[in-house]
């Protein structure tokens, strides 16, 4: 990561502001003045929306729309035909200071003014793939569309769960998860244990979710599975590009079509986990049961 000078805190105003125009949602129009920017790092709500508001450890999905302020180019937003939304945890230096403070403490359904000088924005080296110089005061007005809290869970009645599959504690947040003294299932296993009513998962997008993952054979006929990784241990939900090899193979397969809200038991072979590969915390040619919160999809 480039290194970069210290990110100046944000002011609500200055002398000299860009304006913008347009409904929420769509493209936003920037106007941006004849002077020249005062190098103050602003972020202003130009529209404020009655949801939530962002807290570190939230995941927020968010449309954009950005200019340079030196010649007034427009730079690629997430409104543009081929793009989509962009989905990023509060807090976590995960995208440009730009973004990550624009939407602290903003309320979902809120546009807002970003005037982002070089520490804000792309810093001393600039972005030379967007055009952006090393000098370069960006512009952005960021529509928050939908803000999801850190701790969410799927909620609803958990369905049972049949003979020879792990046990899953039916309760919001990390359920505790118990395997049979039974030898792992061959094939890929897809159990729905809460389904959700929000939209059908497409390949390519973005998920939010929960999850917490065990591995079959270390923990077979124990009281509790040990989990070897878990959103849950980081204080924010995960974000994923499913259906697109971004994942392992078993998530990919399982997770496109399933619905916002679910929650979803995996068992998955190896040949669809890590295979003869050894990570940390799970040995070669493991089998893989994750319980996973599909939280949202951009």
């Known amino acids: 990561m480039q290194h970069r000078p210290p990110v100046p805190d944000p002011v609500g105003s200055d002398t000299v502001l860009p304006r913008v125009s347009g409904q929420f949602g769509h493209k936003a129009e920037i106007a941006i003045p004849k002077k020249k920017p005062t190098g103050r790092f602003v972020v202003t709500p130009a529209h404020e929306g009655k949801g939530r508001k ?6 927020v999905i968010v449309n ?4 340079t302020w030196k010649n007034g180019t427009s730079l690629p937003g997430t409104y543009a035909k081929a793009a989509g939304p962009k989905v990023f945890p509060v807090g976590r230096n995960a995208v440009i200071p730009a973004l990550d403070r ?6 979902a359904g809120s546009r807002v003014l970003v005037v982002a000088p070089p520490e804000a924005a792309y810093g001393q080296t600039g972005n030379a793939r967007l055009g952006v110089s090393a000098t370069d ?7 928050i569309m939908k803000i999801v809290p850190a701790r969410s869970a799927a909620e609803g009645h958990q369905t049972e769960i049949p003979d020879g599959l792990p046990r899953v504690g039916a309760r919001p947040g990390p359920a505790p998860i118990t395997v049979p003294d039974t030898a792992a299932p061959k094939h890929l296993v897809d159990k729905t244990l809460i389904r959700g009513s929000g939209a059908t998962v497409k390949a390519g997008q973005s998920l939010v979710i ?5 591995v079959w054979e270390t923990n077979r006929g124990k009281d509790q599975a040990t989990v ?5 241990a980081a204080h924010t939900p995960t974000t994923v590009v499913i259906g697109r090899g971004k994942v392992i193979e078993g998530w990919d397969r399982a997770l496109v079509g399933t619905r916002v809200g679910s929650r979803v038991l995996l068992v998955v072979p190896p040949g669809l986990g890590y295979g003869s590969s050894d990570r940390r915390g799970v040995p070669a040619r493991s089998t893989l049961i994750y319980v996973l919160d599909v939280l949202a999809a951009a």
């Open 228 to 232: 070897f990784d878990s959103s849950w």
């Open 137 to 143: 005061t960006v512009v952005f007005a960021v529509d």
């Open 102 to 107: 624009s939407v602290l403490g903003q309320p």
């Open 210 to 214: 929960q999850y917490s993952g065990a």
């Open 64 to 67: 954009y729309t950005a200019k």
């Open 54 to 59: 962002a807290e570190n450890g939230d995941v």
